[in-house]
């Protein structure tokens, strides 16, 4: 007990997010996708100084010839208005250990998220550095769906490293086994 017979505050650390919705005021369609397995990606497009990345997890590649790749990115960001720009972009595949970089580009952190990783400019876009699976892919056109906008694309070029990938599961990053099915 302190001087005059009070105790000094309490202080706890939650694990919790203080500015989550709470779970009762969530959408179903909401509660229903962050159920489902989801690969955490980066989008980039644009050069120079007229850059953009954002970070996407609702992801899908469409097999065939020639492949495409489809995602559904935020209608009103930066990187959205330069795919349509520029006709190109940039998906990198993140690895395990990539956490901090799918917040910065998430907008988790308030600072450029370029002013923090090292990249190099190609055709298609930013490419960030460091071993993680890259595709480079030529716009073919979007629309709107729900909130978002259905980015389609054509693979033009994929690298492929040998890194497992991070995803998103209720919320959270996480890793996957690596245990293999036999």
């Known amino acids: 007990m302190r001087k005059g017979g009070l105790e000094p505050p309490r202080v706890t650390v939650r694990s919790e997010d203080p500015f989550a919705t709470p779970p009762a005021d969530r959408r179903t369609d909401s509660r229903l996708r962050s159920r489902l397995v989801a690969p955490v990606t980066i989008w980039t497009a644009g050069?120079?100084?007229?850059?953009?990345?954002?970070?996407?997890?609702?992801?899908?590649?469409?097999?065939?010839?020639?492949?495409?790749?489809?995602?559904?990115?935020d209608a009103l960001s930066d990187v959205y208005d330069l795919i349509l720009e520029s006709r190109r972009f940039v998906v990198h595949v993140l690895a395990t250990g990539d956490q901090r970089l799918a917040g910065m580009f998430a907008?988790?952190?308030?600072?450029?998220?370029?002013?923090?990783?090292?990249?190099?400019?190609?055709?298609?876009?930013?490419?960030?550095?460091?071993?993680?699976?890259?595709?480079?892919?030529?716009?073919?056109?979007?629309?709107n769906i729900g909130f978002r906008a259905l980015v389609c694309g054509r693979i033009e070029a994929i690298e492929?490293?040998?890194?497992?990938?991070?995803?998103?599961y209720r919320?959270?990053?996480r890793k996957l086994s690596q245990d293999r099915p036999r």
């Open 160 to 168: 492929i490293s040998d890194v497992s990938p991070l995803v998103r």
């Open 47 to 73: 050069s120079g100084a007229e850059r953009g990345g954002l970070t996407v997890s609702s992801v899908l590649v469409a097999e065939g010839d020639p492949a495409g790749m489809l995602g559904l990115i």
């Open 171 to 173: 919320g959270q990053y």
């Open 107 to 143: 907008g988790t952190y308030p600072a450029d998220p370029f002013e923090e990783v090292v990249t190099a400019d190609s055709e298609f876009g930013p490419v960030i550095s460091g071993s993680r699976h890259v595709v480079r892919c030529e716009f073919l056109g979007s629309t």
